[in-house]
């Protein structure tokens, strides 16, 4: 069976940092572009970072570019978020995706695998 599998979230001040993990089980996604995406009460699910099966090439939206890093460990099957100055508008669900596809890697509709999410809650 396989599992993406978020950890990391929690409350955290405005300026603080959190860093997230996406452990994946039941399959290899080394060769997989991995993602996260994050949906904020009342709002639609949207990008925030993605990187290529390789690590070599890697996605910001906007509003995390020089705030949030996006790595991979491919030995440990994991992909990680680092986010740094967080914001309140940070808050959200964030979700962590694997998917197969070489380009378009900022949509949604590339991902082939989803986890449950973890919250993060930035309070100001």
């Known amino acids: 069976q396989v599992q993406l599998v978020e950890s990391g979230g929690g409350l955290v001040q405005a300026g603080g940092s959190l860093r997230l993990s996406c452990a994946a089980s039941?399959?290899?996604?080394?060769?997989?572009?991995r993602a996260w995406f994050r949906q904020a009460p009342g709002k639609e699910r949207e990008f925030v970072s993605a990187?290529?099966?390789?690590?070599?090439?890697?996605y910001y939206s906007d509003s995390v570019k020089g705030r949030f890093t996006i790595s991979r460990d491919n030995s440990k099957n994991t992909v990680y978020l680092q986010m740094n100055s967080l914001k309140p508008e940070d808050t959200a669900v964030y979700y962590c995706a694997a998917g197969s596809a070489l380009v378009g890697l900022t949509s949604g509709d590339m991902y082939n695998y989803w986890g449950r999410g973890t919250q993060v809650t930035v309070s100001s």
């Open positions: 039941g399959r290899s996604f080394s060769r997989y572009a």
């Open positions: 990187i290529s099966w390789s690590g070599g090439t890697t």
